[in-house]
DNA sequence: CATGAATGAGTATTCATTCAT
DNA sequence: AATGAATGAATACTCATTCAT
């Protein structure tokens, strides 16, 4: 199933799928909207439909149930990109990174609770882990771009002389960015990333494709 | 006055500058290092040497607080901003971009509370606003680098086709990556940005600039 | 059966012996170790290896079983006096307050569980009952030493003017003070009545049977 | 003021005597009632009449407040004693004890709430403090028997042979339990030491006071 | 105008007890 | 008869905000 999770005590994983899947969206909306200190237990039981004794009968406390949102939201991710690493094999680079994008945006559209719980990982200050697993996400993020980097100069489309891991690190800030942009739809008003707007949206992947391909300095030059 | 702050209640405006300015440090300070949640009026009316009533006097809530204290980290960066701008105004764009980094540097080792409530700002997680100021913001900072951009253009510096505003917002989000992870020291382990080694700082800049000028794609092609 | 017991629900005294004893135990050692208050049926039921449900088809209420299994130490301690009793008949008064001392060391080393609940219900503190139970329990105390002071006074053996009862109210606390002093091991540190050493033992007990048959006063006088 | 009480921050120290000794009242009636653990915060405020927060103020834990308050009747206890000892310190030591006892009864009656407490301090097991403090008081008040004894001794009023400090902790617990018997009013139904009746009072004290001076050994032998 | 004591709704967490299976 | 998931009132404690002095 694939909004299955495989966390929290035996006795939330023996629940029904559909209680299972009542508490995980409670759960996965209180902290995607109010971060980790505000979210309420209080206010999640009453979502959820359940007793205050329960939640803390399935995740032991709120730090455990934050954990195990978590470590979902980052699985999901992490095995949406293995197979869109997958499936673009074979493509040129700027195709690839075409396809990274959009694929991003798609999985955006499908789980957005969990699009604001990964990006609060990435980001809160407010969520209640050392920065160690921060460090992680972030390094396994360029390391992936910079698989990708690696891969396509060794095949001769990309300069040779470039710093993969650096480069690797900016061009996933990079599209990080155009992924939260697109999530918080921030760019909504005025920049223009609507999402319901596919050519807005082919215009951005373009000029961010090209930008990392071409830079910007004058052919002239 | 370049430390005041045009914030808070008229009672609070017409406070001694001193004052002001006491008040201001102790909220920043407790601000960037707790967050807005863990922010506490208590430790921060002991630490700004206050009673409890004048501070909600002087702003009636604590969000009103932090909106202020936002405010003026706001100005303080913008500020900053103009001032590298009219600094760098003959020099050709690769070195201006260089310059910004480096006075970005330069401004979070100098302002490391500041820094912290501007990012804090910049990333939702905890903080109470809409979206609206941060729209607002990231089409500030967006703009600011258009601008550059634009008189590099018609300098005839940069290609002509390229689109201003999109690669104007692209580049500002991989300097404020850029900054915010020298800011974290996320990069510290691993990827090395360590803000003592200056080397190391070169490289990034160095390489992040070519990026932005040259893109990846192999000359060959 | 010597563990039996005589209370719960007639649900429980159907039950097979091995399970009534395995239950018996849990709850003996979760009140004797944590208290009334801070025993927990949970962690009861797990030590006890049954249900939670079962526990409460048992005995309606953690307050019912608390007051069955201090039935239960109650009967022991009264079985162990009586016994002594009978073994003593024939001795000395002072002797039997020897034997009965010595016993009573004995006991709480064979059941410091026991005694641990017994210790509790003679101490309000925690404990949820009104005080009749501890005036039935303290008088009967008194009345078995009144016994054997009666029995030795018609021997002649005592003084024939003393208040038996309130004398023996009076002894029965002094013995009962030293055999709680000598389970909670206060007097370990400074006044020395430590467990293994026998001959603190015989100085405390001689001393405390001395006092009894001659007071303190001068002989002088 | 009698009932005043070092004890507290400095701003339940501040308040007014009215409210502190209500404060006070509220608290030792709580605990007293209901030992350390059962009590509770939430109806202790409700007894004394303030607010949640204003209790937390004044004492920064249940479990501060809780050792301001035993510390509180330690003292007045201790103080009490010392009192009576300069008060009889020419008497012999028969009527030393009598008065010691007649002394305690008062104390007893005239701080009900107190001796309450100081009763839960000596045994409860409840109470959030390891064995130190207990072995401690109940070492203090042996000691302040032994001085008598060694006193009483040393005129010449005792036997030379006996074992001060044991005999000190053995009368101390005596004396202890016929307090507490009078405190609790166990005896009242059946031993009769009804607070109301000075007959069957003198008859304890008489009783007690012989017994530890002469003992129960008849005459005869 | 400054003060700081008082407030009370809020927090996470526990646990005896119930009851449908 | 046995189970164990669900319950919810209870716990100690916090803290932004108010308001009388």
Redesign the interface.
């Known amino acids: 199933m694939d909004e299955s999770f495989d966390a929290g005590t035996e006795l939330f994983r023996n629940l029904s799928p559909e209680k299972q899947e009542k508490v995980f969206q409670a759960a996965v909306s209180e902290f995607a909207s109010k971060?980790y200190?505000?979210a309420s237990m209080n206010s999640l039981v009453r979502t959820a439909g359940i007793s205050k004794g329960s939640i803390f009968q399935y995740f032991k406390t709120k730090r455990n149930l934050f954990d195990a949102i978590l470590e979902m939201a980052v699985q999901r991710v992490k095995q949406h990109l293995k197979q869109v690493r997958g499936e673009t094999e074979e493509l040129p680079f700027p195709e690839r990174l075409e396809k990274l994008l959009r694929s991003g945006f798609q999985f955006i559209d499908r789980h957005p609770l969990l699009t604001a719980v990964y990006f609060?990982l990435l980001?809160?200050?407010?969520?209640p882990f050392g920065?160690e697993r921060?460090?992680q996400l972030?390094?396994q993020g360029?390391e992936f771009l910079s698989d990708l980097?690696e891969r396509a100069v060794s095949r001769?489309?990309?300069?040779?002389d470039?710093?993969i891991?650096?480069?690797g690190?900016?061009?996933n800030?990079?599209l990080?960015?155009?992924l939260r942009?697109y999530y918080?739809?921030?760019?909504?008003?005025?920049?223009g990333l609507y999402k319901g707007d596919s050519k807005e949206l082919d215009?951005?992947i373009k000029?961010?494709v090209?930008?990392?391909?071409?830079?910007?300095?004058?052919?002239?030059?």
């Open positions: 971060g200190r505000n609060q980001q809160s200050g407010d969520a920065s921060l460090i972030r390094r360029s980097i001769g489309e990309l300069r040779s470039i710093d891991h650096r480069v690190f900016l061009i800030s990079l990080e960015t155009l942009a918080t739809e921030f760019l909504d008003s005025g920049l215009l951005w000029t961010t090209d930008l990392i391909n071409f830079g910007i300095r004058s052919n002239a030059e």
